[in-house]
């Protein structure tokens, strides 16, 4: 199996910056696509930011220019850079990864989240 775990969460005024940080771990052969997903209280996840295994990005619209998604593959690990906060920005953020296990098969793994939350 794969674990994932997000950090990097907190609480940032309007305007400000955050950091989400995504480390994969497990028997790991490599990972395709790992993306950040956000879930407001009352309301669906959708993806925020996605990156594959050629760097391609994508980025939901509400997001675009003020966040950036990025990977280390040598350490299994996905970030989002987060600038020019809005309230409504503020959710909890989980991050999941399409890997290769050792044992040659597929798995998709899910973080528990982390909050951010946006306010004055």
């Known amino acids: 199996q794969v674990q994932v775990v997000e950090s990097g969460g907190g609480l940032v005024q309007p305007g400000g910056s955050l950091r989400l940080s995504c480390a994969a771990s497990g028997s790991i052969v490599s990972i395709d696509d790992m993306g950040w997903y956000r879930q407001a209280p009352g309301e669906q996840r959708y993806l925020v930011a996605a990156?594959?295994?050629?760097?391609?990005?994508n980025y939901a619209d509400s997001v675009k220019g003020r966040f950036t998604i990025s990977r280390d593959n040598a350490k299994n690990t996905v970030y989002l850079q987060m600038n020019s906060l809005k309230p409504e920005d503020t959710a909890v953020y989980y991050c999941?990864?399409?890997?290769?296990?050792?044992?040659?098969?597929?798995?998709?793994?899910w973080g528990k989240g982390t909050l951010v939350t946006v306010s004055s």
């Open positions: 990156t594959n295994s050629e760097d391609n990005t």
């Open positions: 999941k990864v399409h890997t290769l296990l050792r044992r040659g098969i597929w798995v998709i793994g």
